[in-house]
C-alpha cells in the first residue's frame, strides 16, 4: 500500500505531534536565530555523504556509506512504475510482476531462486522482499555478508529482476491463485470502507480505483502477452534507481553497479502515468458504514489539487507556521480525549499529500456512536479556537523543543544509523521527490523556520486558518453510525458547530518538576565486569542491581530499562487486572504530575516513561542520552515510587474495549485470539483474553493495591545499553535508583502450581466461528512441543519451525496457490511447563478449507516421518545464524539480554553460546525433534469460518 504521508526536511516538527509520553527538559525556549539570508530557489544540502549519478543507459544510483552493520549492505532497486500506470484492462498488473520475478528468470529457474537466497543466509522475506505501491515498485535485498559469491549473487538477481524475468506463461497461470489469495486475505469490512473514503477524499482521480493489489477479474484472465508488454514497456534504464547502503567504498558499489547494470539496454519508457484530476474541491458529506468497527469515525477533509512543491529552504520556511499550528492543536486535541467528559477517544488533524493527487488537509475522531454529534462539535470548536485565537507562547515553547530535540537526536545518531534505515529513507526520498539531506541540514533549516515563527507567532494561526477552510469541507462517517446519522444530518450539526460561539482558554500556569531529588544517595555495594560480553554488574547499597553494557554501534542513544518484581503472576488473582493495569500506569503519569504535565513541564530533553507487563516483571523504560540520563534515571525511579495512578486510562480503556471486542465477533484474526486459547486451556484466566465484563469489574483503586507493594519495595534490575561510559554513569546511579528505598533482594520465583498447565485433550476440530459477510477463513492446526523451559531446544524448535514454514509455502501456496502465505509460529514460555506449542496457518478462502488442510496435515506429516532433507536444513539454518549475528549490533538484542543477567542463572550461558550453538545444530537433532513434534500424531486443528458456514467436512 503507498505510503501517504509527504516528506519534509521539517518533518522532525511532527515528532511533537506524536511524541513520546513524556519526554523533558527545563530550559528556555529557543532564541530566534539570526535571520540567514535565504537564496529563492535555493534546493536544500544534499547529504555530503551521499553519491548519485546516472550511467550511459540512464540507470541512476544512489550510494551512501554507512558503518553499520559492519560486513553487510543493503540492496535496494527503485522502479518508478506502479498501478496507476495501469490500464483497466491491466489493473493490478504491477503487482502481479512483482511475484512473477521471483519466479524464474535469467540466472534461476523457476523454484530455485529462494532456497539459493536461504543457501547464502538470506531470509525471504526478512533479508529479501519486495513491495508495490500506486507509483513505485521497489525491491529489497540485504546482503549478510560482502564476499564475492553473496555480491554477485545479489546483484545478479537484482539485475534480473529489471530485465531478465522468464514470465514463463506456466508460471503465470500458477501465480494467479496466490495473488487472488492475497487480494481475498486483505478484503475486509475496514478496507472496503477505506476505500470509500479515500474515493470521497480524491472525487475525479484513479487513486481509489486501481489500488497495487488489483482486480480479482483482471488477474484471473490477464494474459502472459499483457504481462511481458508491461514489464517491457516500464521496466526500463531510464526508470531505475539503484540504491547500494552499508559497510562499502563507494568505488566498490559504483564498480558493481557498473558491472551488473551497464550493459542494460537504454530504453525511455513513455509517459503513461494516469492520476487522474480532481473534480470536486467543495463540500460533500458521506456516510460509510463499517460492522467490524464499533466506533464512529468522523472526519473533516479539504482536498486541494496536487502541487509538486520544490524542495526548497525557503519553501520549508514557509511550511513551518502550519506544521507548528497542528502540532499544538494535536496537543490540546490529545489533552481533551482524556478528560473524564471528553467526547471522543482520540483527535487529530494533519496534512498529507496522496499518490500525486490530492493535497488535503483533514481532522479526525474516534468516538461511541451515541456520541457523535458532541464529539464533532467539539472538535469543530477546537480547530476554531485556534483560527481565532492562536496559541500562547508556552504551546509553542513545547512544540519547538520538540522539534529541536528530535533533530539534535538525529545529528547525534547519525553516524551509526543501520543501512536498512539509510536504504529506506533514500527510497522515501525519491517517492516524494525531496533532497536526501543530513541532519545538520535539517536542523539549519528547522531553525531557520523557527526563527522566522518566533518573530512572527501569529502566522502559526494565519497558516491554520487559512487551511482550514470550513466553507469546503467534506465531512466522512464511518464505523458503526448510529441512527439518524445521515448525511444531511452530518451537514445539519457541522453547520451548527460552525455557528455556535467559541472563547478562548486560560493559559495554563508553568509547573515544575516534584521529583528532582529521589533521595540520599546510595553507594556501589558490589562490582564485577564479564570482560568477554562487556558487560559490567552493579549492586547497589539498596539492592538494586544494575547491568551495563556499552556498545559502539549507536551513537548518541542510551536504553534503560527497569524489572520490578511481579508481573502478570502477581495479577493473576482477578481476571482483566492486567489489561486495566496497562492501561492505568501507561496514561497515569506521577503522583504529583498528570502525564499531559510532564508534557508541558518538560519539553526538549530525550528521555521517556513506558510502562509494560512481563510475565514476573513490571518494566519501566525509556530511552535517552548521556546529556539526560540523570534525568531519565530520575523519572523512571519517579514512576516506580510515585506513579499517579489517575483513572485517566481506566476511562479511556472502557472506552476502546466495545471496538476490541467487537472485533472478536467480526474478523478472523480476532475470532482465532479469543476463542481457540479457550478451546486449548478451557478457562485459564492465564491464557485467554478476559472477557469485557471483567476487564469492567477492575478499577484503578485495583490496581493501586495490586501494584504499591511491588513498586514500593520488590526487587529491581536494572539494565542500561548504548553509548555510554561506565564512569561516567555510576555517580548517576547512586544519586537516582541508589538513591530509592531499600529493595528486596530476590524476585518471586513462581510456584509448582503456577508453572503447571492443564491442556484440554488433542485432537480437536473446531469451527471458530465470527460475523461477516466475506467468504474469509483461517486453517490452523495446533502441536504440543514439549516444555518450552529449555532454551537451547527452544532454538532447535526455531529451526524446525523454518523448515516447516518453507515446505508449506512450498506445498500449499506454490504448488497449490492457494493461499498467500501459510505461517509457522512457535510459542515457547519458560515459566511454564509443557506449554510449548507450534502453529501453523494459512489465511484463504471458505470454499478451498479443506484442500488446504489437507496438505498442510500431509505436508507436516511427513516431516514428522523424518523427511527433512540437507537442502531443508541448510534453508533454515542459514538465515537463523545470519540473524544471531546480526543481533549482536542490535540495541534490543542487548536490552533483553542483560535485563536478566543477575537474577536469571541461565541468562549468561545463553547469551555467551548464541552463536556457538546455533552453529552446533546438527540435521540429526532437527530431525528427531521433528518427529517428537509433528510425528506424535498430536494436533487440534481449527477452522475460522462465517457464522452462517456449514460444518460440512468436519
Not at 51 to 76: D, F, H, Q, W
Not at 457 to 483: N, T, W, Y
Not at 542 to 550: A, E, F, Q, S, T
Request: proline fraction near 5%; aromatic fraction near 6%.
Amino acid at each position: 500500500m503507498e505510503n501517504m504521508n509527504k516528506k519534509y526536511a521539517l518533518i522532525l516538527i511532527a515528532l511533537a505531534m506524536a511524541a513520546p509520553s513524556v519526554s523533558t527538559a527545563q530550559q528556555a525556549a529557543p532564541a530566534p536565530a539570526a535571520q540567514e539570508q535565504v537564496q529563492i530557489g535555493e534546493l536544500l544540502k544534499e547529504d555530503p555523504k551521499l553519491i548519485t549519478g546516472k550511467l550511459p543507459n540512464g540507470v541512476s544510483y544512489m550510494i551512501r556509506p554507512t558503518a553499520e552493520p559492519a560486513g553487510r549492505a543493503c540492496l535496494r532497486m527503485y522502479v518508478n512504475t506502479g498501478s496507476l500506470n495501469e490500464t483497466a484492462e491491466n489493473s493490478g498488473v504491477s503487482h502481479f510482476l512483482e511475484h512473477l520475478v521471483f519466479n524464474g528468470s535469467r540466472h534461476h529457474k523457476r523454484g530455485e531462486l529462494i532456497p539459493a537466497m536461504e543457501k547464502l543466509g538470506l531470509g525471504f522475506g526478512g533479508d529479501a522482499n519486495a513491495y508495490t505501491s500506486l507509483l513505485q515498485t521497489v525491491f529489497m535485498l540485504d546482503l549478510p555478508k560482502l564476499d564475492e559469491k553473496t555480491v554477485d549473487f545479489a546483484f545478479t538477481t537484482m539485475r534480473d529482476f529489471a530485465d531478465g524475468a522468464t514470465l514463463e506463461p506456466s508460471a503465470i497461470e500458477h501465480e494467479r491463485g496466490i495473488v487472488i489469495s492475497e487480494l481475498k486475505e486483505r478484503d475486509s469490512e475496514a478496507y472496503r470502507a477505506t476505500l470509500r473514503s479515500l474515493d470521497e477524499m480524491t472525487k475525479g482521480s484513479r487513486v481509489a480505483h486501481f489500488m497495487p493489489i488489483g482486480s480479482k477479474d483482471v488477474i484471473a484472465t490477464i494474459t502472459p502477452e499483457q504481462v511481458q508488454e508491461y514489464y517491457r514497456t516500464n521496466y526500463t534504464a531510464d526508470r531505475i534507481t539503484v540504491i547500494v547502503t552499508g559497510d562499502v567504498t563507494p568505488e566498490q558499489a559504483l564498480g558493481w553497479i557498473k558491472k551488473y547494470y551497464g550493459d542494460m539496454p537504454a530504453k525511455v519508457a513513455p509517459n503513461n502515468r494516469n492520476i487522474g484530476k480532481l473534480t470536486d474541491l467543495g463540500p460533500s458529506e458521506c456516510v460509510i458504514p463499517n460492522p467490524e468497527n464499533a466506533n464512529t469515525s468522523l472526519t473533516l477533509c479539504i482536498s486541494d489539487h496536487y502541487v509538486q512543491k520544490p524542495d526548497t529552504v525557503e519553501q520549508h520556511i514557509k511550511d513551518a507556521p502550519l506544521h507548528l499550528a497542528m502540532a499544538m492543536l494535536n496537543n490540546r486535541l490529545s489533552k481533551l480525549a482524556r478528560k473524564q467528559d471528553a467526547p471522543f477517544m482520540g483527535a487529530s488533524t494533519g496534512q498529507d499529500s496522496i499518490c500525486e493527487a490530492a493535497d488535503i488537509v483533514q481532522a479526525g475522531l474516534a468516538c461511541t456512536p451515541e456520541k457523535w454529534q458532541p464529539a464533532l462539535t467539539t472538535l469543530v470548536e477546537e480547530i476554531r479556537k485556534a483560527c481565532e485565537f492562536g496559541f500562547s507562547p508556552a504551546e509553542l515553547k513545547e512544540v519547538m523543543s520538540f522539534g529541536l530535540m528530535a533533530a539534535q537526536s538525529a545529528i547525534d545518531s547519525w553516524d551509526t544509523v543501520p543501512a536498512e534505515a539509510m536504504a529506506s529513507a533514500l527510497v522515501e526520498c525519491l517517492s516524494e521527490h525531496t533532497v536526501a539531506n543530513d541532519p545538520e541540514e535539517s536542523m539549519r533549516v528547522l531553525t531557520l523556520g523557527f526563527a522566522a515563527v518566533m518573530q512572527d507567532p501569529d502566522s502559526c494561526r494565519r497558516a491554520l486558518s487559512e487551511a482550514f477552510d470550513m466553507q469546503r469541507v467534506k465531512l466522512i462517517a464511518g464505523g458503526h453510525l448510529a441512527e439518524g446519522l445521515t448525511p444531511e444530518a452530518l451537514r445539519a450539526a457541522f453547520n451548527e458547530a460552525l455557528q455556535a460561539p467559541v472563547q478562548k482558554d486560560a493559559e495554563q500556569a508553568e509547573l515544575k518538576f516534584a521529583y528532582d531529588t529521589i533521595g540520599a544517595p546510595g553507594k556501589v555495594a558490589q562490582s564485577a565486569t564479564i570482560e568477554d560480553l562487556g558487560v559490567t554488574t552493579l549492586t547497589l547499597s539498596n539492592g538494586v542491581r544494575v547491568n551495563l553494557k556499552p556498545v559502539d554501534f549507536v551513537k548518541g542513544s542510551i536504553a534503560v530499562s527497569v524489572d520490578v518484581d511481579g508481573g502478570s503472576l502477581a495479577l493473576q488473582g482477578k481476571p482483566g487486572l492486567e489489561t486495566m493495569a496497562g492501561a492505568v500506569m501507561s496514561l497515569g503519569g506521577l503522583e504529583a504530575h498528570s502525564a499531559d504535565d510532564l508534557k508541558s513541564i518538560f519539553a526538549g530533553n530525550k528521555v521517556g516513561l513506558s510502562f509494560g507487563i512481563g510475565h514476573r516483571y513490571f518494566n519501566f523504560s525509556g530511552s535517552t542520552n548521556a546529556a539526560d540520563l540523570e534525568l531519565q534515571c530520575k523519572l523512571l525511579a519517579a514512576g516506580i515510587l510515585h506513579p499517579g495512578f489517575r483513572t485517566t486510562g481506566e476511562e479511556m480503556l472502557r472506552r476502546a474495549l466495545p471496538a476490541q471486542y467487537n472485533k472478536f465477533k467480526t474478523t478472523t484474526s480476532g475470532a482465532y485470539s479469543w476463542q481457540a486459547p479457550r478451546l486449548l486451556f478451557g478457562n485459564d484466566s492465564r491464557f485467554i483474553t478476559p472477557t469485557q465484563e471483567q476487564v469492567e469489574a477492575c478499577t484503578t483503586e485495583d490496581v493501586k493495591a495490586a501494584l504499591t507493594p511491588y513498586l514500593q519495595q520488590g526487587a529491581m534490575e536494572v539494565s542500561l545499553v548504548g553509548d555510554f561510559r561506565v564512569e561516567d554513569v555510576l555517580p548517576i546511579l547512586e544519586r537516582t535508583f541508589g538513591a530509592m528505598p531499600q529493595r528486596k533482594a530476590e524476585f518471586t520465583q513462581p510456584t509448582e502450581a503456577q508453572q503447571t498447565v492443564a491442556l484440554s485433550p488433542w485432537g480437536k476440530s473446531e469451527f471458530l466461528r465470527y460475523d461477516s459477510r466475506l467468504e474469509k477463513t483461517i486453517v490452523t492446526q495446533v502441536r504440543p512441543a514439549g516444555d518450552g523451559m529449555d532454551r537451547h531446544r527452544n532454538r532447535r524448535l526455531t529451526v524446525l519451525a523454518n523448515i516447516a514454514r518453507t515446505r508449506l509455502f512450498d506445498d500449499i501456496r506454490a504448488k497449490l496457490g492457494e493461499t498467500y502465505s501459510p505461517s509457522v509460529r512457535v510459542s515457547t514460555n519458560r515459566d511454564y511447563k509443557n506449554a510449548a506449542f507450534i502453529t501453523t496457518a494459512s489465511a484463504g478462502v471458505v470454499g478451498n478449507r479443506e484442500k488446504v488442510h489437507a496438505a498442510m496435515t500431509e505436508t507436516l506429516n511427513k516431516i514428522g516421518n523424518g523427511e527433512i532433507s540437507e537442502t531443508d536444513f541448510d534453508c533454515a539454518i542459514r538465515p537463523y545464524i545470519t540473524r544471531a549475528e546480526k543481533s549482536l549490533r542490535d540495541v534490543d538484542f542487548w536490552q533483553a539480554a542483560v535485563a536478566h543477567i543477575q537474577t536469571d542463572p541461565e541468562q549468561l550461558g545463553l547469551v555467551r553460546d548464541m552463536i556457538s550453538d546455533a552453529k552446533s545444530i546438527t540435521i540429526e537433532e532437527i530431525r528427531a525433534l521433528a518427529k517428537e513434534v509433528f510425528g506424535s500424531g498430536q494436533v487440534s486443528s481449527f477452522f475460522t469460518v462465517p457464522a452462517e458456514q456449514k460444518e460440512e467436512g468436519k
